[in-house]
């Protein structure tokens, strides 16, 4: 069975967004939710898993992580909504300023 990567957006407690990514999923999240993983969400918990999309192999994962994480808020938000066309526009209104 080949190996699924997954990249994924919490909303913290205080409303901040932390992107991620992994091989397993549910594993991941659950780190997340009881504080296992430290770092970022562990001050920030609960968590919750508002976006999540599997990727073909861990290098596009870690490569959508890191182009979610330098995206705005909006962006993010767009994201969760599934808001190609917002996602799109903001992108565009960003190279124009």
Not at 13 to 36: C, M, V
Not at 50 to 73: D, H, M, N, Y
Request: charged share 30%.
């Amino acid at each position: 069975m080949p190996l699924t990567f997954w990249v994924y957006l919490l909303r913290c407690t205080d409303g901040a967004y932390y992107a991620g990514h992994t091989d397993d999923l549910d594993k991941r999240i659950g780190e997340h939710a009881t504080g296992a993983c430290g770092g970022y969400t562990a001050t920030r918990l609960p968590v919750e898993l508002v976006f999540s999309q599997e990727c073909p192999t861990g290098i596009e994962a870690l490569a959508f992580e890191r182009q979610i994480k330098g995206w705005s808020r909006a962006k993010k938000e767009a994201l969760i909504r599934g808001d190609w066309a917002e996602i799109s526009r903001l992108a565009k209104n960003r190279t124009k300023k």
